[in-house]
């Protein structure tokens, strides 16, 4: 139930954490990378994502951290590249 609702969200976190990586890359002059970049990222999120799934239903982890644990590490990383991005374009 606590997944069903958290991917809700993953919208908006995969699109936190794209921003950043997209123009970061074409500073440096790659289309290729950030598409590459993000086809990797969106691969890793959804591991994560199975994996906490896996280990909620076998109820090593709790329900709520097997949920939102992978949508909180995605989306803390996605706020800290951002900041990041902003305090560069400063």
Known sequence: LHQKWAFASSNFILALLAIPI???????????KSVMTGLGIVLLYWLLLSVAASLGRLKTIPP??????????????????FARLH????
């Open 22 to 32: 997209s123009f970061q890359y074409l500073r440096k002059g790659g289309m290729a």
């Open 87 to 90: 305090r560069l374009s400063e």
């Open 64 to 81: 709520v951290l097997a949920g939102w644990g992978p949508h909180l590490l995605f989306l803390l990383i996605g706020t800290t590249l």
